[in-house]
């Protein structure tokens, strides 16, 4: 047997292993990768350093390759022959496991897990255990570095940590040395003369022309361990100071036209501020990185944790940390603070937090596209705000673009154009004027009311989570706020504020409203957003687990500070609270009763009564749908929330991206049950609303206007379109053609529908 093969195992690493020794450790891995040499000779260095130091068998360092591909690139203590030889895809075995879901992996008997994967040319026969961590650069996995031992030993969190912070040293050293070049990831695609499209997700509307800036949020970090931890300390605590300045700076230069996303920079001051993110970068500093480099670290272990939440809410407040890590990384490094851009600008980037997207010029802005992003991140929010288009999850964007790069983003359409031709140019130079044109038409109406030609009033109601979205009810002069999302601002926080915090954003909401109406939603948050539920266990589905009325419900103290805070910033105007996730009539009561309870409670305090108070719930569990006799004797009102019921009704998550065209709002189960439910409140004499996605798509809100509802509520940007098809409609002529669709066996009536509008001139743009 070979001496690498001899064992060093036996003792645990957290037995003799103090921070000092991870402080020398991490200095003689700098000084392997710093020195001359092939880099193929530094890794194998490296790997044997490991594994002396860390007391195990074997160290193996596997670099991802093009295809996503891991290759087994260096090695101490598996058969040489196999380096350059092994490979696993993403996914297969217990090394592609770790990359596929860039998290550590920790076995005391590897064998015996079923990911396992033997490959006989590593002769990996005589070990038993298995320690494995990411290797993370950019916010990408670049890689997966494993120790493992001859028998069976459990590995505890001080070991992994210590695994962690050795990866995340050798990943950025790698990235420094181009171990695999970058130009190898990517395969090119079609001639270089010719354009390329590429497709992603329409966050905002629009269309932009313009050439490729790239947003680079990952800072180089040149100098990762350091021998003074007092001095990184100081260095840490310093930046802190200008990070909080910098946030104050923006906080304060919003407060004039841009005042309605104030909110969003207030999270995002908290964030700045968290004493657990502060103390856990300290922490890092004292184990002997240097203060940047402990910002990286602490960040890729949130990042890491974060990603494997199902929740997509919660997922997309990590924009918000990327942010906050690479500001914060910029002043330790002394990075440039406010980019330049040309004249027509589209942002190229992985993601961006909100802070990132205002330190640009908004003036030359024309557009953004992301790797990643959805709809709810703070950064869409914002750039929603500037009327920035907005195109997310294109795949393969930062490969593909380069900078300077001439680019049509057609975010009406889900696409970007890659060197696109005069002629290509011309054609959407074209749309923008046309899109110009119809903004300017649907301003020039914007004050006429939403009646159809036979007399039909609607009333237009925009969604709205964020004081930002205030704006449109001037926009758009739209009725008032059919759905106020209460918990939007709160989800970044560590815990829901108290009552005087909540009073202060509801008063907010309705003085801002100019006696407009507005409809709170109780929170409607799972029990992974909250610490509240912090002990509680993953779920497998959320969607459809503790969450909304029934989290509520079951912490009563949560629901009653909420309608308290409403209350009292109703005083004296009109108050209109609903209840989400509602599945039986004993929810609605349990909830009204503890509505009745505050408001009790407000009066006999003294407290001035709302001017008008109606309570009611949201449709969205098909539950309800087989009680409504019972519900319309209770509510006030009923809103049909069409993005949940769809899902629901379907059996079909919304977030699938396989199944997110298979069914159509214009369908017949879809059209009969939502006839059915404004026959039982016309009936009743209820007010029923629509404010899913449906009501804002000019088609759909015509089928739903048809069948009988009579408020509809969707974001600012649907109002011009809704507004302009709903003048050109009749009732009559419509609702006889609907209601005979419904009684087809076709999957989707969107086409026929579309073709009968059309005949009739009613819309050009459908």
């Known amino acids: 047997m070979s001496h690498e093969r001899q064992s060093m195992s036996g003792k645990s690493i957290s ?93 005391a008997d590897a064998w015996s ?61 790698m990235a420094a040395t181009q171990v695999v070049k970058r130009e190898e990831l990517f395969h090119s695609e079609g001639n270089a003369t010719l354009h390329v499209r590429l497709v992603g997700a329409i966050l905002h509307p629009g269309v932009g022309i313009g050439c490729a800036v790239m947003h680079k949020p990952h800072v180089r970090i040149g100098r990762l ?34 005042s309605e996303y104030g ?25 002997g990185l240097t203060a940047e480099a402990a910002v990286q670290k602490v960040h890729d272990d949130t990042r890491t944790r974060m990603l494997q939440v199902n929740d997509p809410i919660l997922r997309e407040r990590l924009q918000d940390l990327d942010d906050l890590a690479n500001r914060l990384l910029n002043i330790l490094t002394g990075g440039d603070k406010r980019p330049e851009l040309p004249d027509n600008a589209i942002l190229i980037c992985r ?15 024309k557009g953004l596209v992301m790797e990643e992003g959805s709809p709810t991140m703070h950064a869409a929010v914002v750039a929603k705000a500037l009327d920035i288009p907005v195109l997310a999850q294109v795949q393969g964007a930062l490969a593909r673009i380069d900078a300077l790069d001439v680019i049509v983003l057609d975010a009406n359409a889900g696409q970007i154009i890659l060197r696109p031709s005069e002629e290509v140019i011309d054609l959407y130079t074209a749309a923008i004027d046309a899109r110009t044109k119809r903004r300017a038409d649907y301003a020039a109406v914007r004050d006429l009311p939403a009646v ?34 209460t918990e939007m601002p709160f989800l970044a926080m560590p815990t829901l504020p108290d009552v005087r ?52 419900l079951d912490r009563p103290a949560l629901l009653r500070q909420q309608l308290r805070a409403m209350i009292k910033a109703a005083e004296g105007a009109a108050l209109r609270v609903m209840f989400p996730m509602i599945a039986n009539i004993a929810e609605f009561d349990a909830a009204k009763r503890i509505f009745a309870l505050e408001m009790d409670r407000h009066l006999k305090g003294g407290g001035l009564a709302p001017k008008t108070v109606k309570v009611g719930t949201m449709l969205e569990v098909p539950s309800l749908l087989w009680q409504l006799d019972a519900l319309v004797e209770r509510v006030d009102f009923i809103s ?127």
């Open 15 to 107: 037995g003799t292993f103090s921070a000092g020794d991870l402080r020398r450790m991490l200095a003689r891995l700098r000084d392997v990768m710093a020195g001359v040499g092939a880099v193929q000779g530094r890794l194998d260095k490296v790997v044997a350093l490991i594994a002396q130091d860390l007391r195990a068998d074997v160290c193996s360092c596997y670099v991802m390759r093009a295809g996503e591909v891991l290759e087994l690139f260096a090695t101490f203590g598996l058969a040489q022959k196999a380096v350059h030889q092994t490979r696993l895809r993403v996914g297969e075995g217990l090394v592609g496991e770790i990359a596929a879901h860039a998290r550590p992996l920790a076995l």
């Open 113 to 173: 897990h079923p990911q396992f994967v033997y490959r006989p040319e590593t002769g990996e026969d005589f070990f038993r255990s298995l320690m494995g961590v990411p290797m993370i650069q950019a916010g990408r996995v670049i890689g997966v570095l494993v120790v493992q031992t001859r028998e069976e030993r459990p590995f505890n969190d001080w070991e992994v940590e210590t695994l962690e912070t050795v990866a995340m040293v050798i990943a950025e050293l």
């Open 225 to 258: 361990v350091s021998d003074d931890p007092v001095t990184e300390q100081y260095r840490l605590h310093t930046a802190l100071g200008s990070l909080r300045q910098e946030v104050d700076a923006l906080i304060d230069g919003s407060r004039g036209e841009e």
């Open 263 to 287: 909110d969003i920079l207030e999270v995002y001051r908290m964030f700045a501020d968290d004493r657990g993110w502060i103390s856990r970068i300290s922490e890092m500093i004292s184990s």
């Open 351 to 365: 993601s961006i937090g909100p802070t990132e997207l205002l330190n640009y010029d908004r003036r030359k802005l």
């Open 452 to 485: 159809t030609q036979d007399g039909v009033k609607i009333s237009l109601n925009i969604n709205a989570g964020f004081l930002l979205d205030m704006q449109g009810l001037a926009e758009t002069n739209a009725d008032g706020i059919g759905l106020y999302r």
């Open 501 to 552: 915090a909540q009073y202060a954003l509801y008063k907010q909401v309705i003085d801002g409203a100019k006696g407009k109406p507005v409809t709170f939603r109780t929170l409607d948050v799972g029990g992974d957003k909250i610490a509240v539920s912090s002990g509680q266990e993953e779920e497998d589905n959320p969607a459809m687990g503790w969450r909304s009325i029934r989290l509520t």
């Open 640 to 766: 049909i929330g069409t993005n949940d019921l769809m899902q629901f009704m379907f059996a079909a998550d919304r977030g699938n991206t396989r199944l997110a065209n298979r069914y159509d709002t214009l369908s017949p189960p879809v059209l009969k049950m939502i006839h059915t439910v404004t026959q039982h409140c016309e009936k009743a004499n209820v007010e029923v609303s629509v404010c899913g996605e449906m009501a804002g798509k000019p088609l759909d809100a015509l089928a739903l206007v048809a069948l009988g509802c009579r408020n509809l509520s969707m974001s600012a940007t649907g109002i011009g379109p809704v507004r302009d098809i709903i003048r050109a409609a009749t009732v009559s002529d419509i609702r006889s053609f609907v209601l005979d669709l419904m009684e087809s066996d076709d999957a989707s009536l969107r086409e026929r529908l579309r073709a009968f509008a059309r005949d009739r001139g009613i819309a050009a743009q459908l």
